[in-house]
């Protein structure tokens, strides 16, 4: 049987200063006064992730648009039913502000019964003949009520659309579809809302003529998490498994199973996976059975919550939430029990949540220690609002972590193919979560005209024109670096792509199927192959109206990002598993700097010749054993194709870029392999021109 390791791939430290939690007179934490700082604007977007304060961030831009800018009614849309109660009645004249937010009852339809398209469309339609202020409803409801009424009869009026990457830019997608005719017509003001600005189908959110109406708001999961109080650490990685996940073989110690990261003691949200996942055993019941028996002793059912009870080894007694059973009256009264709002801050309320399809976006449980999810989820946004469950700040939490617990591809299985694809997509969260929780970057070009920037701090010798400069502003973590060679960006468009837009261009890099076999498994790969045409084809096709400068400087940002945080990864050993514990990622900044150190001079050739999937391979490496690995990248050599027409276009592409630098085009004899590479390109294009001239 195999080896199997919890390999945490990225470990993150944060300074518990205490600042994103602190409110200011008008009760409002750091992200709510950017937003708020940004009021007047009719179209926001607010990029912040979960337990940020979005919810209340909405309050005080709503109540200021209906007080002072003349808008007559806000209209608050959510995904789901469930997440309508983040914007119940909130004081907030008590801490400050100039009004209380309030949604009358019949108003916030997401507490009503019936059906979105049925009694609640007719609702908004007299909501908006009333003189209320407020209304709340689902993604669904208002889709059928613009559907019904067109959109001229929210003229006038603020639409908030929270969890905001609901929507896309392809036109199948009816709630974008809506949002762009609400735009076209320009009678409204929109604030959008999401922790994640990016889809797990990897679609844009908005074209790219309607994202530059929008005015950003960032808030950043590192100024969220440095500044909390109590919640010191969060580790997120994942775990292969060999066999069941469920059980283990005990006479091989080396077989492991769920109950080897499953603690009962953390306070965890499992997640068990879909029906239809390789790794469902096809009957959901009886997995949460065997879970709550290989937990404890089975105590019974508390007759006010709906919880199981079950006595540990130990003999503590652990309250298991199960919002998996089929029985709706047992399941609702569990759902309720763990909304109720006088148990909202007792730790001792709940022990273990076992969820299927639930307990994920907006569900809130401060005291979630541990996110731990079996089989791979239906995308990277999915991940990542469950990996948000576990990042809310409490008293005496100091840790929390994610797992993905994946079966090990196995060759002799028929779903080879499906498990293979599973393992990419892990590594794929992963590699987004490193950027996600790493600072905020802003590069810039080295030159000698450059000055030190005031707030940020460059190290013990301070800035040296002499060198590429690492600073850092310690409020909000943000790494400024200097690049020999960075294109800047010319257009206020690129400008603010490269400050807001950067990790969706990784996201669409990593999950990019060819993109990371090629990186992980291809030892012919020339990185430039993947850092200069891959993804200057991502961005291209994400920003097509950008000129060329400006196509090749958003690149070059986005490939920075993305190989600087590998780097910094290496240079602090993360994910390290030759020790019990892996070398923390105590600050990316740290290990930023140790990088630009040993390389002297940073410069954009030396980032681009960067594999930037190295060190995600590494880990693979520590966390698999070395026969399933072969095995992983004997099915990816098997599909491997030979150079595409797409790829041979590319590479032309740069080919005509180098003879611009050179005065010559690449040669197929040059020792150089970047240099090869691109000059096959362009021998592949000629052979396919003569192929198509001779018939």
């Known amino acids: 049987?195999?080896?199997?390791?919890?390999?945490?791939?990225?470990?993150?430290?944060?300074?518990?200063?205490?600042?994103?939690?602190?409110?200011?007179?008008?009760?409002?934490?750091?992200?709510?006064?950017?937003?708020?700082?940004?009021?007047?604007?009719p179209y926001l977007l607010i990029k912040s992730p979960p337990a940020s304060g979005k919810s209340r961030a909405l309050m005080f831009i709503a109540l200021d648009k209906l007080a002072n800018q003349g808008l007559k009614q806000a209209i608050v849309v959510v995904p789901e039913r469930s997440i309508g109660g983040s914007f119940h009645d909130e004081p907030l004249s008590k801490f400050g502000f100039f009004a209380d937010w309030k949604v009358e009852p019949k108003w916030n339809l997401c507490d009503a019964p019936g059906t979105d398209n049925g009694g609640k469309v007719e609702s908004v339609k007299k909501f908006l003949e009333s003189g209320d202020k407020a209304l709340v409803c689902t993604h669904a409801t208002f889709r059928f009520a613009m559907e019904k009424f067109g959109p001229e009869v929210f003229d006038d009026r603020l639409i908030a659309v929270d969890e905001f990457h609901h929507i896309s830019a392809n036109p199948d997608n009816r709630l974008g579809e809506h949002v762009r005719q609400l735009m076209l017509r320009d009678k409204i003001h929109l604030v959008a809302m999401t922790g994640s600005y990016f889809r797990g189908d990897a679609e844009a959110v908005l074209h790219p003529d309607d994202e530059s109406k929008f005015d950003t708001v960032t808030y950043?999961?590192?100024?969220?998490?440095?500044?909390?109080?109590?919640?010191?650490?969060?580790?997120?990685?994942?775990?292969?498994?060999?066999?069941?996940y469920l059980t283990r073989d005990h006479n091989n110690e080396a077989e492991k199973?769920?109950?080897?990261?499953?603690?009962?003691?953390?306070?965890?949200?499992?997640?068990?996976?879909?029906?239809?996942?390789?790794?469902?055993?096809?009957?959901?019941?009886?997995?949460?059975?065997?879970?709550?028996?290989?937990?404890?002793?089975?105590?019974?059912?508390?007759?006010?919550?709906?919880?199981?009870l079950v006595k540990t080894a130990e003999g503590k007694v652990l309250k298991i939430a199960d919002l998996v059973d089929d029985d709706a009256a047992k399941r609702d009264k569990v759902s309720a029990?763990?909304?109720?709002?006088?148990?909202?801050?007792?730790?001792?309320?709940?022990?273990?949540?076992?969820?299927?399809?639930?307990?994920?976006e907006g569900f809130d449980w401060i005291w979630c220690e541990h996110a731990l999810t079996v089989g791979y989820r239906s995308s990277l946004t999915e991940i990542i609002q469950?990996?948000?469950?576990?990042?809310?700040?409490?008293?005496?939490?100091?840790?929390?972590?994610?797992?993905?617990?994946?079966?090990?591809?196995?060759?002799?299985?028929?779903?080879?193919?499906?498990?293979?694809?599973?393992?990419?997509?892990?590594?794929?969260?992963?590699?987004?979560m490193e950027q996600v929780l790493a600072p905020r970057f802003e590069?810039?070009?080295?030159?000698?005209?450059?000055?030190?920037t005031?707030?940020?701090?460059?190290?013990?010798?301070?800035?040296?024109?002499?060198?590429?400069?690492?600073?850092?502003?310690?409020?909000?973590?943000?790494?400024?670096?200097?690049?020999?060679?960075?294109?800047?960006p010319k257009s206020h468009e690129a400008e603010r792509i490269c400050k807001e837009d950067l990790n969706e261009l990784v996201t669409a890099f990593v999950q990019d199927k060819r993109t990371i076999e090629r990186g992980l498994f291809d030892e012919e790969l020339v990185p430039e192959e993947l850092t200069q045409v891959r993804?200057?084809?991502?961005?291209?096709?994400?920003?097509?109206?950008?000129?060329?400068?400006?196509?090749?400087?958003?690149?070059?940002?986005?490939?920075?990002?993305?190989?600087?945080?590998?780097?910094?990864?290496?240079?602090?050993?993360?994910?390290?598993?030759?020790?019990?514990?892996?070398?923390?990622?105590?600050?990316?900044?740290?290990?930023?700097?140790?990088?630009?150190m040993d390389v002297r001079e940073l410069d954009i050739d030396l980032i681009d010749r960067i594999n930037p999937f190295g060190e995600a391979y590494a880990i693979l490496a520590k966390s698999m054993t070395e026969e399933r690995l072969k095995q992983v990248a004997a099915v990816i050599a098997g599909r491997r194709g030979n150079l595409t027409l797409e790829e041979a276009r590319g590479l032309a592409k740069r080919a005509l870029e180098f003879k611009k630098e050179k005065g010559r085009l690449p040669s197929l004899t040059s020792p150089d392999a970047w240099e090869k590479r691109m000059a096959e390109g362009v021998a592949f294009l000629q052979r396919e021109a003569m192929n198509q001239k001779n018939g």
């Not at 080897?260 to 019941?285: C, F, M, W, Y």
């Not at 972590?401 to 498990?419: K, M, Q, W």
């Not at 013990?460 to 294109?487: F, R, S």
């Open 1 to 41: 049987m195999s080896k199997s390791n919890s390999i945490p791939s990225v470990s993150v430290t944060y300074a518990r200063d205490g600042s994103s939690t602190r409110s200011n007179a008008l009760g409002m934490r750091p992200m709510q006064e950017l937003a708020y700082q940004k009021r007047g604007e």
């Open 220 to 244: 950043t999961y590192y100024e969220q998490l440095n500044g909390y109080e109590f919640l010191k650490q969060l580790d997120i990685g994942y775990f292969f498994y060999s066999g069941d």
């Open 257 to 308: 199973c769920i109950f080897d990261v499953l603690q009962p003691g953390e306070k965890t949200i499992l997640h068990i996976p879909n029906v239809n996942a390789r790794e469902s055993t096809k009957d959901k019941i009886k997995e949460v059975e065997h879970i709550i028996e290989g937990l404890g002793e089975w105590q019974g059912t508390d007759p006010q919550t709906g919880f199981q």
């Open 337 to 360: 029990a763990l909304k109720d709002p006088a148990q909202k801050n007792n730790r001792d309320h709940v022990d273990i949540i076992i969820a299927l399809g639930m307990a994920k």
């Open 386 to 432: 469950i990996i948000g469950r576990a990042t809310r700040d409490a008293p005496g939490k100091t840790r929390a972590r994610f797992t993905n617990l994946i079966a090990e591809p196995d060759a002799s299985e028929g779903a080879v193919t499906e498990a293979v694809n599973d393992t990419l997509k892990a590594i794929a969260a992963s590699l987004l």
């Open 443 to 452: 590069f810039r070009s080295k030159n000698q005209s450059n000055e030190e």
């Open 454 to 488: 005031p707030g940020y701090d460059y190290g013990p010798g301070g800035y040296d024109p002499e060198k590429t400069n690492i600073g850092v502003n310690p409020t909000t973590g943000q790494i400024q670096l200097e690049i020999k060679g960075l294109a800047e």
């Open 535 to 596: 993804m200057g084809k991502i961005v291209q096709e994400r920003f097509p109206n950008l000129d060329h400068e400006d196509l090749e400087a958003v690149r070059q940002h986005a490939i920075a990002a993305l190989n600087l945080v590998q780097q910094a990864k290496k240079m602090l050993g993360g994910g390290d598993s030759d020790s019990s514990e892996p070398s923390p990622n105590t600050s990316l900044i740290d290990g930023i700097r140790r990088y630009a």
